[in-house]
């Protein structure tokens, strides 16, 4: 079933009519969705009219509608990619039988987890994005912005259905804590770190969605190669919405880059208080937000080395980015692996079974495809004539998760002292003061077609909008 029935309270693909015990179990979830939105979901927008885009259909092609739409009405639902009666296993110790369609009680504890991670970082992403759209450096970012957060909230309820219809009373107490935990909160956090860090200004929620929505991209196409076909399926579609998200990040540095080349040509020079003062974001400011956010997201791989990856893998439960291109047996029980490890003062490599080197294989994947978007990055200098280059650090550079955590390594992969680290962190990360700086540059602009002075704005407008299109309509 590819169209989606909005006559319903709750749209779906799923036939939700057909299971009254279901539907009445998410339609009361529904307003305690609604009021975690009021209550942690983007700040004072009840009243606006947003350009939105809403899935229509699953198919590939022409699958989403256009239209204003108030955020707080919008239609959130369950959408599934079509199923497939055929499909079969492609990995692990079941490679070859059916796929599941039931959970099965062997595996209901792994997967409730990892659908209850996953649920976890649709929310936590909306709570620290939440005060952005005050500081929108134009309608068109305010759209975009706004565009991810009701798409975070519709994966939410992808997760939810899983839960609701598939883990009985611990899948219902599951989705109510979704609702309950707090990105940054003390007493009650966000599952995973990265997910628990301010997204305090513009800058960051680029970076955020251009390398956190990328882990997301990863970790959703692994679990869409799940022998649980309703996960399968579920994820498949989320991957179709996350693309946005990692355009509105690649797309929002870049227009970031090409203003801030645009200055020093403007100016003649490189000095970065030179540049600051033109209200501009200097490139090594722009370089220590990257490896800020590249080195927290590439913990949320988790450790180098784990027994639960390797289990989730031969179970079935949870496969590897594309494992249908992988030119290799699909069990991997022979296979290994390079990791790294610090040994007398040195990162060096050592072999491991490639089965407990999962989150390795699916880091190193993600770190190519990171690499790619940085590369683009560069081409808008490179065009500007300038020399600056920006670059991914080390994997192993600030690192709070697995074998390397808490090893102090610079950002070219080069152990060092503690004595080190602490004389170079501040030309490495940000500092309060970069923090500062950029939020000083933080202020909303909400003409048709204007663009705060820091940021470029983009070649093309959204749905074949025109730039100075009204995005967003005020009311």
Known sequence: MSAINYSEK????VNLAEDRTLQRALEQWLPNYIQWWDDVGPEDSSKLDVYLRTAVSVDREGWAHFDY????????????NPSDANRTIQFGDHKGEKAWQDVPGEHRANLRRIIVTQGDTEPASVEQQRHLGLTAPSLYDLRNLFQVNVEEGRHLWAMVYLLHKHFGRDGREEAEALLERRSGDENNPRILGAFNEKTP??????????????????????LAESSFDPLSRTTRFMLTEEAHHMFVGESGVARTIARTCQVMNELKTDDPAQIRAAGAIDLPTLQRYLNFHYSVTIDLFGADQSSNAATFYSTGIKGRYEEGKRDDDH????????????KDGALVEKQAPMLNALNEVLRDDFIKDSAAGVGRWNKVIEKAGLPFRLTLPHKAFHRNIGALAGVKVSPEGKIISDAE??????????????RAFVASLMGRVVEPGKFAGWIA?????INRQPIE???VRFN
């Open 331 to 342: 069990v991997l029980k022979d296979r290994t692996y390079t990791v790294l490890e610090a």
């Open 457 to 461: 704005p983009p070649p093309l407008g």
């Open 69 to 80: 739409v108030k955020m707080r009405d919008y239609r959130w639902g369950i959408f599934l």
């Open 421 to 434: 680290w602490d004389a170079n962190v501040a030309s490495w990360l940000p500092t309060p003061d970069d």
């Open 201 to 222: 200004d513009w800058l960051a929620f680029f970076m955020f969605t251009y390398f956190t929505d990328r882990d997301g991209k990863f970790q959703l196409a692994a």
């Open 10 to 13: 709750i749209p779906n693909n």
């Open 469 to 471: 299109f009204a995005y």
